[in-house]
């Protein structure tokens, strides 16, 4: 029998676990290890849990950087920790000031606006990220919070960074301002069950510094609330997570235009 999706959950906290504690020294600021690591973990905890296996052993790590799970317990509060790439095969646990999930808060002002998502993509678009994408690109909603002209490049871009091992970016746009500055905005976006991270933004950073080097750098990150609002973060850019800082951050919610409170937005400065 395959094992439920809480157990698989189970399962890779406990490689994860033994890979770090495998070479956890105290006041160490960085652990390195490789996917030969965690093949031998998971070797470890197949021993002991039968029908546990794992089809693509980087799903593993991917658990973790993609954020879907926050790192064991066990793990963060000797840290707060995050995985980051350090080559083909190669990783590291990297120490942290602060947890990588992104806080939203909690008492941010809703701005509605007139939903534009054509209603056949409502019905088939999905509530997952791409689903949130479509709505950001047929609302225009880059262009409304960034204040510059945003143009749709790619989705769902899985490419390498030297150094870094492979990354996936969930949406790029360029953009121009009107003074003809150019700049590349790559996206990451989650929806109600997951969280965002600094994990995920810093590898934004990372490939757009890599791939459009004369480009102004403005990191985005989506986050869909319970009550289907989104929140749009933009980042400053930086070389570790520590440095990677919050600009702005704003929530929209698309409805229909006769629900808009036309009043209400008009007063406001």
């Known amino acids: 029998m395959n094992p439920t999706r809480e157990e698989l959950a189970r399962n890779r906290d406990e490689v994860i676990e033994i890979v770090f504690r495998k070479k956890y020294r105290q006041a160490t600021p960085e652990i390195a290890f490789t996917m030969d690591e965690v093949r031998q973990a998971i070797a470890q905890v197949a021993r002991k849990r039968a029908g546990y296996k794992e089809k693509n052993v980087a799903d593993v ?7 879907r799970s926050p790192l064991p317990e066990s793990i ?22 602060e947890s990588p999930i992104v806080r939203i808060q909690t008492d941010l002002y809703c701005v509605c606006l007139p939903d534009a998502t054509p209603e056949i993509v409502l019905e088939y678009a999905g509530s997952d990220e791409q689903g949130i994408l479509a709505k950001l690109r047929y609302n225009r909603m880059l262009d409304i919070f960034l204040g510059i002209t945003c143009y749709h490049l790619q989705n769902h871009l899985r490419t390498s960074i030297k150094n870094k091992g492979q990354v996936e970016i969930d949406d790029l746009y360029v953009g121009l301002n ?18 965002l991270s600094k994990t995920q933004i810093q590898q934004a950073i990372d490939f757009a510094h890599e791939r459009y080097p004369k480009l102004i750098l403005r990191p985005v990150g989506i986050q869909e609330l319970k009550d289907k609002s989104l929140v749009l973060i933009e980042f400053t850019s930086g070389s570790h997570p520590d440095e990677i800082k919050i600009v702005e951050m704003r929530r929209y919610k698309l409805v229909p235009m006769s629900e808009v409170p036309l009043d209400d937005l008009q007063s406001r400065v």
Do not use: C, N
């Open 76 to 97: 963060d509060k000797l840290g707060p920790w995050m995985i980051v790439g350090k080559g083909k095969g190669k990783y590291a646990f990297v120490k942290l000031a």
């Open 178 to 195: 009107s003074g003809g500055k150019q700049f590349v905005v790559p996206i990451e976006a989650k929806s109600a069950k997951d969280h």
């Open 61 to 67: 790590r991917y658990q973790y950087t993609s954020g």
